[in-house]
T-cell receptor, first 117, second 115 residues
Framework: AQKITQTQPGMFVQEKEAVTLDCTYD???????LFWYKQPSSGEMIFLIY??????QNATEGRYSLNFQKARKSANLVISASQLGDSAMYFC??????????????FGSGTRLQVQP | DSGVTQTPKHLITATGQRVTLRCSPR?????VYWYQQSLDQGLQFLIQ???????AKGNILERFSAQQFPDLHSELNLSSLELGDSALYFC??????????????FGAGTRLSVL
């Protein structure tokens, strides 16, 4: 079974600084996808970034980048130049890739990020 | 705005009752997923549909059922509700395809309170 571990329940960062949110995963699959989602206090889940297990380059989306280290089974999210609006809960997730067509996401427990002015 | 629409946003009901949560996926998305987010269990996958057919089941209780209709909207039915069913229920949708990234875009959720 797949497992996602986020060991940082809460993180603080100063505005305009960079922050890294940790995520490690466990899977026996060769092909898988890794995702990061943001959940503001309003509750919605916002997709941030995706990394495929066969992607050779680390994914980037604007101020978000994913530090993918396959051998270590880690997929850390890096947010550069933090903004007050980045304060939210962040979830790392992994997608099943099964022959049955199952594409469920397995989520970690999340990291609450607070950006301080 | 993700393009996934969930109604209602909030639902307050009593134990033993039955409710229906509705989801309209993004235009063109054939796959619909339901997730439950609760304080004690975190985010859990409930069920997945693809083009009207059930594709995968997760930790979905027997009191819960879902379906996807020909117009691709989906409904999650929760019956014999218990206090522990209080949670935020998300619907997500994605483009189908074996090689697609299958990024799931989430609706804003339905917050269910069982009193």
């Amino acid at each position: 079974a797949q497992k996602i571990t986020q060991t940082q329940p809460g993180m603080f960062v100063q505005e305009k600084e960079a922050v890294t949110l940790d995520c490690t995963y466990d899977t026996s699959d060769q092909s898988y996808g890794l995702f990061w989602y943001k959940q503001p206090s309003s509750g919605e889940m916002i997709f941030l970034i995706y990394q495929g297990s066969y992607d050779e380059q680390n994914a980037t989306e604007g101020r978000y980048s994913l530090n993918f280290q396959k051998a270590r089974k880690s997929a850390n999210l890096v947010i550069s130049a933090s903004q007050l609006g980045d304060s939210a809960m962040y979830f790392c997730a992994m997608r099943d890739v099964m022959d049955t067509g199952r594409r469920a996401l397995t989520f970690g427990s999340g990291t609450r990020l607070q950006v301080q002015p | 705005d993700s393009g996934v629409t969930q109604t209602p946003k909030h639902l307050i009901t009593a134990t033993g009752q039955r409710v229906t949560l509705r989801c309209s996926p993004r235009s063109g998305d054939l796959s619909v997923y339901w997730y439950q987010q609760s304080l004690d269990q975190g985010l859990q996958f409930l069920i997945q549909y693809y083009n009207g057919e059930e594709r995968a089941k997760g930790n979905i209780l027997e009191r819960f059922s879902a379906q996807q209709f020909p117009d691709l909207h989906s409904e999650l039915n929760l019956s014999s509700l218990e206090l522990g069913d209080s949670a935020l229920y998300f619907c997500a949708s994605s483009v189908a395809g074996e090689l697609a990234k299958n990024i799931q875009y989430f609706g804003a959720g339905t917050r269910l309170s069982v009193l």
